[in-house]
């Protein structure tokens, strides 16, 4: 049953308990009765702490030969529901309208539009379809990355070196038992998530809570309220167990605010751009439309 509460109701509350100096809030309650503020302070704690942000930096210049912007791509392929709507794992996402065709060209639109936003050619790759068997579907869209002649890079092209080992060692022995270990160990997640936050600019899908909580640290690790507000309508969508919730509603997406100007985007779903334009973004001279019908807004 959702409750109103308050940051002071809260505290209080939790002063009833001898909880020590550290404190875990446990189970979903992403509700629109629970206060944006509240969830904008808990973010001030929930943040990634400071040697895992620091090997995901390691990361970040062994990916790209140094401190340089880029554009994170998350593609999901634990979509569950495409097959239901008869389309290919992989070839779907799941949007506030239910099951769309995500084909590879919408991706490389998604992509395009997103460096253009960013003004880079470095592209961080995300995904879970290797793991899950389609690695031809990969491979597929890196190529066609490659052909536009983009730096693309997943997190397996690069291993914490001797430098990078020393330096998380130094501030937190425990990371190095698991920088140690790759190819499906939970860390090999969290670091994808960590990485994503500190992209330039993030796309991915608006139904998957994995990206929700990447731009939940990237936006409260960036101080931008605005960006948290328009996460946190999105989660409160998706924990309304209902993809339809704004169409039934005849609510914009997102109604806290527009997106432009926004260092995030979703695959698939249309969403709400005030005063966008269309943007040039390639060699060729070619225009992709910016007006939030592909997920990404304009600056």
Known sequence: VDVRTSTEDFAESVSRYDVGPCMAVAGCWVSSKSPADLHWELWAFLRRPPPVAMVAKDWIRGLFGGDVPFVALHWRF???????????????????????LLSKEDIVDAVLAAVAVAETKNVFLATDGRRRGHGELVDGLLHALLERRLVVRERADWHCDAACIARADGKDGRLVALLSVHDGHTFDSELDQQIVALSAFAIGSSRSSWFTEALFEKASREGDRRAFDVVLETEMALHRNSGEFHLKEGIPFPSVSGMEELQFGFLGQPVRCDGARKTKYDQEEKRLSMDGSIGICSV
Not at 78 to 93: D, I, L, N, T, W
Request: contains cysteine.
């Open 78 to 100: 634990e979509e569950f529901e495409c097959p239901e709507g008869g389309f290919r794992v992989g070839e779907c996402v799941l949007t506030m309208g239910g099951t769309v």
